[in-house]
């Protein structure tokens, strides 16, 4: 396993790779994960299940992305590889400089590579049409390629010319165990007894007889243009205009909080909208579980894990209809919405008032999500595809020289030197 | 490069974790989902596989007539370049009078700007003639031309060529009346008499300063403003061949060949090319908010 994202960074990719790693470890394979050092964690760390993590001296560029020095990181990796007696190679994430140049010296080294695709791009602006010639450069000799999503398998089979045979979809998933819902945390002033007794009692019983008083709705995200701040901003005041009894509760941190506290104050909702923050991992969970509906206003996004911890922890999800996220959940745990504040509040509305009726069981709907998704599952399929992988014959220095050439005209030519160039180090490192 | 799409490759053709493809008929269909376990190995391709890109639906037909009508705002901005260097020219082998220019950047000016306003313009412009006249002495005059050149150049690529609006002009425009003056002072300092250096200034404001203004409020007033447009380059047009006309034949030469090329040659191109544009949208695309 190699990318330049794992802990303690916290995202995503990392807990996959974290995850992918311990299910892989527990099936009786050896896992190694690479990436590069944060701060002082320089050298070799071990997991609880005996997995190692090399946290490999570089020099870091950007949010965590290292220097891409081409071959600097070869003889290292090579050490590993040759000490570890690595079989396959697995890349994470296209922004990671790490996984690139890791799969090329992979090849080189006559390994297998296999590489994971997290996100999504377009093919407008200048940044993702310069990683998108990067993926071509790097995809244009691999084993195979999984994707976290159908929606995410089109795009990067697009992205690098790929044969779609060749690319997997194997979904993320979520430890359910983690994320177990909790109804008497939603409203802790009210009567905690009486509401749980609502859930706990056969549902037809009380549905129409109790209803709920208060709503509250989460939202737990990066304040970041991409997840759609813009639109909880406009959406917040017309619902709580609309519901007096709604109340929303907003986790994460970033550029967008201005905006949220500016609107918070222009329409008075401080007692209403609770601001919270950054919010630590392992207090997600709480802060799900005080909320009835958890609403994503993404504007793009590969599988979306945050709708699927909110569905485990047993809300009702309202999201917008981007990317994979309409692949996700069935239709009867989320309500979709296109990305406009009209729509929006559309969804809202019927969502609030699903839940007024007490319709939503939260511990059906976490029975449900546990049977969906499982690291076990991703682990199983994930072996498939190393097997299918280790199938593939091996390829020679001319097909593969072949192969680089055909990622351009130009970029062809240049790519084909590089990995020439590449060969040569390994050569000169194998005397 | 592996094919995109098609023939499978032998080695590819065997499932990826699944169930043998015998099965085929009696298997319910395959849906895009994730949250269901299905019967189809992980590298399934569906015939649905990206049945909801869409390629090229922005791209509208460009029309060779209307991109040549489009350019007469380049064409414009070249000749207000070349009027001005040609004035200057003029004014530095003194084959003009230097009244004749005052006098018709007076007219103009006024009737642009308020009375008051203009007087004040005016005052400051004549007391700051002297000190502009002996701004530059000390620079050798090879520099001088070629910061000039430079800043013209800088102003013919940072104007505003595509917003209508007289108010809302986006930022580098600016920028590009700012170089024009810029060169302009530079120039005027190469000028000999204070006459001189005066009208060289209030023909630097008009033109690159109040024109811009003019020809958006035309543009904006009158609809379709392809008369305008057509209007100010024939115009312009004329103004420049006859003011490089007495410099030399071979100006005039580059002149209209450079107008010609911008204005037939290059919306000739950008329409050839048309044809490869491959634009590819789809459901992985940032979503735009709506209203």
């Known amino acids: ?431 | 490069m592996e094919p995109v799409s098609p023939g499978p490759l032998p080695e590819a053709a065997s499932p990826v974790g699944g169930a043998p493809a015998a099965a085929l008929g009696q298997r319910p269909r395959w849906r895009k989902l994730l949250y269901i376990r299905q019967d189809y190995p992980d590298n399934y391709v569906d015939k649905s596989f990206l049945k909801l890109m869409k390629r090229n639906v922005n791209v509208r037909q460009l029309d060779y007539w209307d991109v040549v009508c489009e350019t007469f705002r380049v064409s414009q901005q070249l000749s207000v370049t070349v009027i001005f260097v040609a004035a200057f020219l003029h004014l530095d082998s003194g084959s003009v009078p230097s009244v004749t220019g005052l006098i018709a950047g007076s007219c103009a000016i006024s009737a642009c700007l308020a009375i008051t306003s203009a007087a004040l313009f005016f005052t400051m412009l004549l007391g700051l003639t002297p000190i502009l006249k002996n701004l530059t002495e000390n620079i050798s005059s090879d520099s001088i031309w070629f910061m000039a050149i430079v800043m013209l150049l800088a102003n013919l690529l940072f104007h505003d060529y595509g917003s209508g609006s007289s108010t809302h002009t986006r930022f580098p425009d600016s920028l590009s009346i700012n170089a024009a003056m810029f060169s302009a002072v530079l120039l005027a300092s190469q000028l000999e008499s204070n006459n001189d250096v005066f009208g060289l200034m209030l023909l630097a404001v008009q033109l690159f300063a109040l024109f811009p203004i003019l020809r958006r409020s035309m543009r904006a007033w009158h609809h379709p403003s392809v008369f305008w447009d057509g209007f100010f380059t024939v115009v312009l047009v004329i103004f420049a061949v006859a003011l490089l006309l007495p410099i030399s034949h071979a100006s005039v030469t580059f002149y209209t060949a450079a107008i010609a090329f911008v204005t037939f040659f290059c919306p000739y191109m950008l329409v050839s090319i048309q044809k490869y544009k491959s634009e590819i949208r789809g459901p992985w695309d940032e979503a735009v908010i709506g209203h």
Not at chain 1, 18 to 23: A, D, F, G, P, T
């Open chain 1, 1 to 431: 396993m190699v990318s330049d994202f794992f802990y303690p960074n916290m995202g995503g990719v990392e807990g996959h790779i974290y995850h992918l790693s311990q299910r892989l470890a527990r099936r009786g394979h050896k896992v190694v994960v690479v990436t590069h050092r944060y701060g002082g964690r320089v050298g070799v760390r071990y997991l609880t299940s005996g997995v190692k993590v090399y946290h490999v001296p570089h020099w870091l560029v950007h949010d965590q992305v290292s220097l891409p020095t081409l071959y600097g990181f070869f003889p290292l990796f090579r050490y590993i590889v040759v000490r570890e007696s690595i079989d396959v190679v697995h890349g994470h994430q296209a922004f990671s400089a790490m996984c690139h140049e890791a799969i090329l010296h992979a090849r080189t080294m006559g390994l297998r590579a296999v590489f994971t695709d997290h996100s999504l791009f377009g093919f407008e602006d200048t940044s993702s049409i310069l990683t998108n010639k990067l993926l071509k450069f790097t995809l244009s000799d691999i084993d195979h390629v999984i994707c976290v999503s159908h929606t995410s398998k089109e795009n990067t089979v697009l992205r690098a010319s790929l044969n779609p045979l060749h690319v997997s979809v194997i979904p993320n998933a979520v430890v359910c165990a983690e994320f177990t819902p909790d109804p008497s945390m939603r409203d802790p002033k009210k009567s905690k007894a009486g509401y749980f007794a609502s859930v706990v009692a056969p549902a037809d019983s009380f549905r129409h007889v109790r209803l709920v008083n208060s709503v509250t709705i989460v939202v737990a995200s990066r304040l970041v243009y991409r997840k759609g701040i813009d639109l909880l901003v406009a959406v917040i005041p017309a619902i709580c205009q609309e519901f007096p009894q709604v109340q929303f509760v907003i986790g994460g941190d970033g550029p967008k909080r201005v905006e949220l506290e500016q609107m918070r104050e222009r329409f008075v909702l401080q007692d209403r909208v609770q601001l919270l923050g950054a919010v630590n991992h392992s207090d997600v969970r709480d802060l799900l579980c005080q909320g009835h509906i958890f609403l994503n206003t993404s504007l793009t996004e590969a599988f979306c894990i945050a709708i699927v911890e909110a569905a485990s922890c047993g809300l009702l999800v309202v999201s917008t209809r981007v990317g994979g996220v309409p692949e996700v959940l069935p239709d009867d745990m989320i309500m979709f919405a296109n990305p406009e504040e009209g729509d929006i509040i559309r969804a809202m509305r019927a969502a609030i008032g699903t839940i007024k009726e007490n319709a939503v069981d939260p511990f059906e709907i976490h029975r449900r999500v546990s049977n969906m998704y499982s690291w076990t599952d991703v682990a199983a399929r994930a072996e498939e595809v190393y097997r299918c992988a280790m199938e593939m014959p091996a390829v020679g220095l001319a097909e593969r020289l072949l192969r680089y050439n055909g990622c351009g005209v130009f970029a062809g030519k240049l790519a084909a030197m590089i990995m020439a160039v590449d060969f040569i180090i390994w050569m000169l490192l194998d005397e």
